[in-house]
């Protein structure tokens, strides 16, 4: 089992900034990706970034150049920067982990996720 912890978000302005942070613990050996998902009120569910075990990463169009994933391997944590933020960003963020970097599906470990809003 893996269980993933949350932290940061919170309330921004439009062009402001936010870091999410996930940390990994438990079995994380079995797992090589980490994905940023995040969900709106009445929108579906969507993967925003993507980043693998070696730091290789990929990124939704709509946050490219604006969002940038890294990881502390050291520390087990994953970090989001989000900058330039929109009010289209305000929505629940996930971090979810899994073993398969070739695969778009979620992996099966969740975070509790975390709630971002922009304001305008």
């Known amino acids: 089992q893996v269980q993933l912890v949350e932290s940061g978000g919170g309330l921004a302005q439009v062009g402001g900034s936010l870091e999410l942070s996930c940390k990994a613990s438990g079995s994380i050996l079995s797992i090589n990706t980490i994905n940023w998902y995040r969900q709106a009120p009445e929108k579906a569910r969507e993967l925003v970034a993507r980043?693998?075990?070696?730091?290789?990463?990929t990124y939704t169009e709509s946050v490219k150049g604006r969002f940038t994933t890294s990881r502390d391997n050291a520390k087990n944590v994953v970090h989001l920067q989000m900058n330039g933020l929109a009010p289209e960003d305000t929505a629940v963020y996930f971090c979810n982990a899994g073993s398969n970097w070739r695969s778009d599906l979620p992996g099966p470990y969740w975070g509790q996720g975390t709630q971002v809003t922009i304001s305008s």
């Open positions: 980043i693998s075990s070696d730091g290789r990463s």
